[in-house]
């Protein structure tokens, strides 16, 4: 999201660069994977023999071994020391990569993500019967999209939920990645979510604690990380990607459009920041630029909501990463998996429609309603509606603070015990 607070990253690598990058990243991966697969099929040669003999041809043998060991590992030194992804243990493998360190993101947590994934509940099955107008068994060869959805608890939460379901439930072929925002699982978001009929998989991922009173704090973050592992930890390498935060507003059309994604695909995003739209430059059918008023050195200067992934794109990269960077995380992200600007399929009328739009609802502070608890049984709806609302997270009930909850009746207030007892 743009923001002019944000921290800006280091000079930016040109297109040229990354090309270069790019080529180096491949060569080392099939350079790494070259190496596992030898050593698969050749397991290490036994120890010499020599070795193994005892007494007099030990002794015997013990100087010309330590000079050609000594020879060996002078020669190990010097080839290794040119190349210092293999010195410091890396082999193009699970550290920090060569890739990151050129696209001046050193420090970046550009590793394989290792999240632990705690899922409250889910369900593979989809009990919608019609969407669009159509049986569902006329959706059965799209690819699945998985919608992955940051959530937090405050007062709005339930209902932006409920308004995305609304839209999601016309959505076919559609897998939801709900990843709220907290320790605990909340029982009524797992009712509320298995009501829907639509696919899901509702998991906890707390903000670690040493972000949270950051400012602008990672929002979101943590959630879609988890979700990432979740999509690694089962192998996914078939369906579209996307990033949708819960309080946007989505048309139904960008969900045929990202569906057909072969890699990464891009599109405007309505209501962002000073122009009231962020998203691709499109000429001649590519993607050659980017408008948006927050640049701050952003290679890929798009909100979350602007662009979707192909996941078998995704597996090539094990670095996929969306690190704990405020302002910074669509870039890092697209940056993780090696996107190239001729890559970006532009989507939504070559980028002229908004197909999604950045709405931002207002937040207020819970609501608190005063009410003597002998009042909240069975005798009138009070009871269950505001334990409902509890449960919500959106009022709570109290028989201390603040002024007594007007009840009226023809354009009076009545006591409580009139109306209630
Ligand atoms: C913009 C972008 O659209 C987000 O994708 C981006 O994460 C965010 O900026 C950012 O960089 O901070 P914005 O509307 O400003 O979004 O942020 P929110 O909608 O408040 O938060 C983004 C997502 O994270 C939402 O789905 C929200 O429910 C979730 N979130 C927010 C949390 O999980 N925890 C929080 O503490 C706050
Ligand atoms: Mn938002």
Known sequence: MSSAHYQALEPQTSDEDNEDIERQHHQSHSRSSTTSATNATHPPHPPHPMVRKGGVARRRCLLPLVAVALLFVAFCYFSLSRDPRLTSGLGGGSE?????????????NFRPLNETVHICSESYEDRRQFMQDKPQA???????????TPTYPRREQIPELTRLAHTLLHVPRLH???????????????????????????MVSPMPSKFRNEKPAPRGVANRRAALQWIRQHNLTNGILYFGDDDNTYDLR???????????????????????????????????????????????????????????????YP??????????????????????MNLIEPRGNNCTEILVWHTQTKS???????LESKYLDDRSNLGALLHNLKLMGVTSTTESEGRDALISKNGREKPHSRILS
């Open 254 to 316: 960008l969900f045929s459009e990202i569906r057909k994604t072969q890699r990464v695909s891009m599109f405007p995003v309505g209501l962002i920041a000073d122009y009231g739209v962020s998203g691709p430059v499109v000429r001649k059918g590519k993607v050659v630029a980017f408008l948006d008023s927050w640049v701050a050195g952003r290679r890929w200067p798009v909100d979350m909501a602007g662009f979707a992934v192909n996941l078998e794109y995704m597996a090539q």
């Open 176 to 202: 939801w990645l709900v990843a709220d925002d907290q320790e605990k699982c909340n029982g009524f978001m797992d009712t509320l979510l298995h009501r829907f009929g639509i696919p899901f998989t509702h």
């Open 96 to 108: 920090d990569s060569e890739e990151a360190s050129h696209h001046g993101l050193d420090g970046m």
């Open 364 to 370: 207020k502070k819970l609501g608190i309603v005063r």
């Open 319 to 340: 670095y996929v990463n969306m690190p704990y960077k405020p302002g910074y995380e669509e870039d890092l992200f697209l940056r993780s998996i090696g996107l190239q």
């Open 138 to 148: 006329d959706y059965g060869q799209l690819p699945v999209i998985y919608f992955v």
